[in-house]
C-alpha cells in the first residue's frame, strides 16, 4: 500500500506521523511538501520509502492529495495529515477494510461530535450531503477528515480531479455505486491543530469546506436531478388527496 500526506511547516510532527506509519506493512510514502519553509524536507528525506514532491509555493492539503495519490503505485491508499500523529494500531483497519473489499474506508468521527442542535454548519453539510445522496447511515463522515483510505478502483472511478474538492470525491463515489462504508473511530477532532484560519464561527477554512459541499451538491444534481434521494412528501401528499377525491 502507499501512504500519502501534503505537508507544510510541520517539522514539530512529521517525523512522529513517518515513524508511525513506517509500521505498517507499506511500498511508499509520498509526501507532497507544499510552501515548506521550516526543516519538514530534511526530516522526510530521512525515511528510505519516502518519495518526495515539492512545491515551493502553497497548493492547499487536498491538492496535495490528489497530486500524491495520482504518483501512487500500489492497491491500498492511506491518507494522513503532517500535523496530527496517529498510531500503526489506528490506522491498521483503514487498510484491512480496504484489502476486504471497501472502496472507500472514512474515519467515524460521531463518538467526538456534541448532539445536533449543538454543531456547526459545516458538519451540518456533511450530513444533509450523504443524506441527500441516499446515505443517511454515513451522518457526517466525510473524506475531508482523516485518516481514510481508498482502493485503487475508487480512485480509477472516482478520477484523481476530483480529489481536490473531497466531498465532490465522496458524491461520485456514491453515486458511482463504490463501497463506502464508515471503518473506525480515530479522535482527530480534538487534536486538530489550532490555527488563524481554523478558529472562530466563520473562518476561512470551515468557508472553504461548506463551499467544497455546495459544489459536490451541484454535481451531484447535475447527475440525478434536483430532488436527489430527498422524496418530495408534501407534493406526494397533495397528489394522494386528488386521488381519493
Do not use: W
Request: some cysteine.
Amino acid at each position: 500500500m502507499s501512504v500519502i500526506l501534503s505537508a507544510q511547516n510541520e517539522e514539530d510532527s512529521i517525523g512522529a506521523v513517518l515513524s508511525e506509519v513506517s509500521r505498517l506493512p507499506i511500498q511508499e510514502i509520498i509526501i507532497v511538501l507544499n510552501g515548506c519553509t521550516d526543516g519538514t524536507y530534511g526530516i522526510a528525506r530521512t525515511y528510505p520509502l519516502a518519495k518526495i514532491i515539492h512545491y515551493p509555493d502553497p497548493i492547499g492539503h487536498d491538492v496535495g492529495r490528489a497530486i500524491g495519490a495520482k504518483m501512487a503505485s500500489s492497491d491500498i491508499l492511506l491518507f494522513v495529515d503532517a500535523d496530527i500523529p496517529i498510531t500503526a494500531q489506528d490506522l491498521m483497519p483503514f487498510v484491512q477494510a480496504i484489502h476486504q473489499g471497501v472502496d472507500v474506508a472514512l474515519n467515524d468521527i460521531n463518538p467526538y461530535l456534541s448532539t445536533f442542535d449543538r454543531r456547526d454548519d459545516l458538519s451540518r453539510c456533511k450530513e444533509f450531503l450523504n443524506r441527500s445522496l441516499g446515505r443517511r447511515d454515513l451522518t457526517v463522515n466525510s473524506l475531508t477528515a482523516i485518516p481514510h483510505a481508498l482502493s485503487r478502483k475508487a480512485m480509477e472511478t472516482i478520477g484523481y480531479t476530483y480529489l481536490m474538492v473531497p466531498p465532490k470525491a465522496q458524491a461520485i463515489a456514491i453515486l458511482k455505486g463504490l463501497r463506502v462504508e464508515v471503518c473506525t473511530s480515530v479522535n482527530v477532532v480534538e487534536r486538530n491543530k489550532i490555527r488563524k484560519t481554523n478558529v472562530g464561527q466563520t473562518n476561512p477554512v470551515a468557508e472553504l469546506i461548506i463551499g467544497d459541499h455546495l459544489e459536490a451538491i451541484r454535481e451531484a444534481m447535475d447527475i440525478c436531478g434536483s430532488r436527489l434521494a430527498l422524496t418530495d412528501n408534501q407534493r406526494n401528499h397533495i397528489a394522494a388527496r386528488r386521488n381519493r377525491r
